[in-house]
């Protein structure tokens, strides 16, 4: 009986302190961006971002908005495979929208200022 008090005592306990720390983030700008892919696409978010003329054009010919783009920044994909996550000055990325984007995909160039948008696709499948 004693195991069972202790696991008890410990359940309240981590469930009072999760409590805790929920009202303590609340409401503050908060991201845990763990993985490869959300650490990728948060510092380019955070970055002025720049369209190409050429972007601007498939953007306009695609009926893509900023916003979109925007979206696809927040959930997409990285394919480190055809990116060039190590190349100096600028690493250049290559990302796939989800869901409804997923047939549209980015080629951004993340320097220390900006990120530029090189290239936009809308792949067919």
């Known amino acids: 009986m004693k195991i069972l008090k202790r696991i008890g005592f410990y359940l309240i306990g981590v469930s ?3 409590i805790v720390v ?3 983030w609340k409401g503050k700008d908060v991201s845990f961006d763990y993985g490869m892919d959300a650490r990728t ?3 380019i978010r955070k970055k002025q971002l720049i369209y190409t003329p050429e972007v601007q054009q498939s953007m306009n010919q695609l009926n893509i908005d900023s916003i979109t783009v925007q979206k696809i920044l927040n959930t997409g994909d990285v394919d480190f495979g055809k990116s060039k996550a190590r190349q100096k000055p600028c690493a250049e990325y290559y990302i796939i929208g989800k869901d409804s984007l ?3 995909h980015l080629y951004i ?3 220390d ?3 530029t948008i090189q290239k936009m696709w809308n792949i067919k499948n």
């Open 102 to 104: 997923k047939n549209v």
């Open 109 to 111: 160039e993340r320097c």
């Open 16 to 18: 009072l302190g999760c």
């Open 22 to 24: 929920i009202f303590i």
């Open 41 to 43: 696409l948060s510092s």
């Open 113 to 115: 200022s900006v990120a």
